[in-house]
T-cell receptor, first 118, second 113 residues
Framework: NAGVMQNPRHLVRRRGQEARLRCSPM?????VYWYRQLPEEGLKFMVYLQKENIIDESGMPKERFSAEFPKEGPSILRIQQVVRGDSAAYFC????????????????FGDGTRLSIL | EDKVVQSPLSLVVHEGDTVTLNCSYE??????LLWYKQEKKAPTFLFML????IEKKSGRLSSILDKKELFSILNITATQTGDSAVYLCAVASYTDTAQKLVFGQGTRLTINP
């Protein structure tokens, strides 16, 4: 049973380049979440997606950041024109369903992508 | 603004000791409280608590939620060096259109042999 799969594990980019982070949810999970963890800080919510829909992007910066979860393939978090402050660990989580639907379901996390900006 | 506060931020004990980690919260649209263990990689799910006063237990770990006082504790008995990790408390905040976990800063637990 594969868990949440993220790639790459480490990504190095120069300022101004684009970063693409991928996340494949656990089998049977249709809800995907992205979180960012800065050094010595807790995880901060960025965006919640279902297939082909962004449900809540209240935690995502308005510029340069975008996310998608297409009908086929992994969820993608895209950061354009990266800056030094984007250096962080980006975690993806998935869950089986939304709370209030078939009940509370915990979110399960991938190993994260560590993004370093030179 | 939604807030989750964990204490202590850091704790060092000897193997065999019992530890209690604390988590308090102020979150609108509370659905559940979750505990995760984070070593070098992915946060690993430990417990999800939705009801007050019902203890959840898994081996040497246990946790309980108080929805009136808005806090939870995570207990680890007979600690082992493998328990060394950052323990994260998160509160699930859900509405019809939004769903997210609000995390605390974490408690870094170090177990010395």
């Amino acid at each position: 049973n594969a868990g949440v799969m993220q790639n790459p594990r480490h990504l190095v980019r120069r300022r101004g380049q684009e970063a693409r982070l991928r996340c494949s949810p656990m089998k049977g999970h249709s809800h995907v979440y992205w979180y960012r963890q800065l050094p010595e800080e807790g995880l901060k919510f960025m965006v919640y997606l279902q297939k082909e829909n962004i449900i809540d992007e209240s935690g995502m910066p308005k510029e340069r950041f975008s996310a998608e979860f297409p009908k086929e393939g992994p969820s993608i978090l895209r950061i354009q024109q990266v800056v030094r402050g984007d250096s962080a660990a980006y975690f993806c989580a998935s869950s089986q369903s939304r709370a209030g639907g078939s009940g509370n379901q915990p979110q399960h996390f991938g190993d994260g992508t560590r993004l370093s900006i030179l | 603004e939604d807030k989750v506060v964990q204490s202590p931020l850091s704790l060092v004990v000897h193997e065999g000791d019992t530890v209690t980690l604390n988590c308090s919260y102020e979150v609108t649209n509370f659905r559940s409280l979750l505990w995760y263990k984070q070593e070098k990689k992915a946060p690993t799910f430990l417990f999800m608590l939705t009801s007050s006063g019902i203890e959840k237990k898994s081996g040497r770990l246990s946790s309980i939620l108080d929805k009136k006082e808005l806090f939870s504790i995570l207990n680890i008995t007979a600690t082992q060096t493998g328990d060394s990790a950052v323990y994260l408390c998160a509160v699930a905040s859900y509405t019809d259109t939004a769903q997210k976990l609000v995390f605390g800063q974490g408690t870094r637990l170090t177990i010395n042999p």
